[in-house]
């Protein structure tokens, strides 16, 4: 009787150690660095997936339209700009009709103004639609950005009704072009 | 005299290797506590996220961890967990913490854990908590074959993805994870 009244509290005691160990956690850590290198970027998109050109009245009005887009632009912290142009890299077809490079007359020009919401300044003035060259639509500064939604831009055009143009319908084919740096 | 002198070297020979076949055996008790592991291997190559085009696309990189963990029979668990414990910096770029639109997210998937499972879905990392990598269940153990894993040491891969906002302003930005392994 007194050998189990000396063992039971060893005998507790070693249970009690025993559980500790058991249900300890057992742990290690380690860390990484996590980097990335934001640099300047831009992109956009065309809001409407056509536009047409309509003449109002039955007398020889200019055809017009607008083009919408949205875009997006990042651009560096010191030093940075960067512009959104556009070009008309497929003429009118079929032949017989308008045409940027070879127009029936001087006259006849596809033309067009800006409007550009910020951070994007619009072009100035009334701009002619070129197949040779790019000509602007919008600048940025340094250090300039959109939101995560974007900003809007739209080109309102403007195309000759020359009477000379024979009936038909003609397509043309303009691309847009946005940079950063 | 000669006879009585032979009979005690005869005795004394016959005593000596007696004696020397003399032993003593003695026992000593080797005991191992096997105790629960979590070991996780620091990972010193820094993760780069970059993106595959010029489009505002999310940036994207993905690390192997290596991890050796030993779990208890019948209750034992373990996990590896992830925090942000330094957020990104400097100022103006990415934030885990306080992103500049609603919509940036600094997120992960799991796949390939060679013991335990990985983190299911799209995890989304935190400054403020501990997210799941890899749960690890019972009576589990790394290397050496059945019942325990036969890679050794056991790995997982995490792929990271971070919005591209174009709020960032351009520049290069660090943060820190911790990652953290436990076992019971």
Redesign the interface.
């Known amino acids: 009787m007194t050998n189990v009244l000396k063992t039971a509290p060893l005998l507790a005691l070693a249970l009690l150690l025993t559980a500790s160990?058991?249900?300890?956690?057992?742990?290690?850590?380690?860390?990484?660095?996590?980097?990335?290198?934001?640099?300047?970027?831009?992109?956009l998109t065309i809001t409407n997936s056509s536009t047409p050109l309509t003449a109002g009245g039955s007398n020889f009005n200019l055809f017009s339209g607008s083009t919408g887009l949205t875009y997006?632009?990042?651009?560096?912290?010191t030093g940075?700009g960067g512009s959104i142009t556009l070009k008309v890299t497929s003429d009118f077809s079929p032949s017989g009709g308008p045409s940027v490079a070879s127009p029936l007359t001087p006259a006849d020009a596809l033309s067009y103004t800006c409007i550009v919401a910020s951070p994007g300044t619009a072009c100035t003035g009334t701009q002619t639609a070129s197949t040779s060259s790019q000509t602007n639509l919008a600048s940025f500064g340094t250090?300039v950005?959109?939101?995560?939604s974007?900003s809007t831009a739209s080109v309102d055009w403007t195309l000759a009704n020359d009477p000379s143009y024979r009936t038909g319908t003609y397509n043309a084919t303009i691309t847009f072009t946005i940079s950063a740096s | 005299m000669l006879c009585l002198g032979l009979l005690k070297l005869g005795v004394a020979l016959l005593l000596v290797p007696t004696c020397c076949r003399a032993q003593n055996t003695t026992t000593q008790s080797l005991q191992a506590d096997i105790v629960p592991l979590g070991a996780l291997f620091t990972q010193s190559t820094p993760v780069t996220l970059t993106k595959s085009n010029t489009n505002f696309n999310s940036f994207v990189g993905t690390l192997t961890l290596s991890y050796r963990a030993r779990t208890s029979q019948w209750w034992g668990q373990g996990a590896i967990t992830l925090k942000a414990t330094t957020d990104f910096a400097p100022a103006g770029g990415p934030s885990i913490a306080n992103p500049p639109s609603q919509g940036d997210t600094f997120t992960y998937t799991c796949g390939g854990a060679t013991l335990g499972a990985s983190c299911s879905g799209t995890q989304t990392v935190s400054t403020t908590a501990a997210t799941n990598v890899v749960t690890i269940g019972a009576s589990a153990c790394t290397g050496g074959g059945a019942p325990c894993s036969s890679a050794n040491p056991n790995t997982a891969n995490v792929s990271f993805t971070l919005t591209d906002d174009p709020n960032y302003k351009t520049g290069s930005y660090s943060a820190t994870l911790t990652w953290t392994i436990s076992a019971s």
Request: cysteine-free; aromatic content about 6%.
């Open positions: 160990t058991a249900h300890a956690q057992y742990g290690d850590t380690g860390t990484t660095t996590v980097s990335v290198t934001i640099g300047p970027q831009a992109g997006f632009v990042r651009t560096t912290t940075g250090n950005h959109t939101t995560s974007g």
